[in-house]
């Protein structure tokens, strides 16, 4: 119905930066909010940072300062850009998007997630 693939995860030093990109296609009416989760071994998943389709983000503290959130509209893709990476920031990171879909039915999906690993 709705896929959405990431890319761009990988292993890189502390201080380092990586870009993320997560594209949706599939049977897609409109495509709502974006954002950016991720979830670390043995922690539950959480916020990194999110954006409307009007351009308004949101992020979760420990990323403030340091990743910037943002979309193309027409190709329906959200990037996250994260510089200043920390070991911290180890984890999967997952994509997220609210949609409508042809036929009318709203939903949240999810990517398959990648991995994102800081360490020298």
């Known amino acids: 119905q709705v896929q959405l693939v990431e890319s761009g995860g990988g292993l890189v030093q502390p201080g380092g930066s990586l870009r993320l990109s997560c594209a949706a296609s599939g049977s897609i009416f409109r495509v709502y909010g974006m954002g950016w989760y991720r979830q670390a071994p043995g922690k539950q998943r959480e916020l990194v940072a999110a954006?409307?389709?009007?351009?308004?983000?949101n992020y979760a503290d420990s990323g403030k300062g340091r990743f910037t959130i943002s979309r193309d509209n027409a190709k329906n893709t959200v990037y996250l850009q994260m510089n200043s990476l920390k070991p911290e920031d180890t984890a999967v990171y997952y994509c997220?998007?609210?949609?409508?879909?042809?036929?009318?039915?709203?939903?949240?999906?999810w990517g398959q997630g990648t991995q994102v690993t800081v360490s020298s």
């Open positions: 954006i409307t389709s009007g351009g308004t983000t």
């Open positions: 997220n998007a609210d949609v409508t879909v042809i036929g009318g039915a709203f939903s949240g999906f």
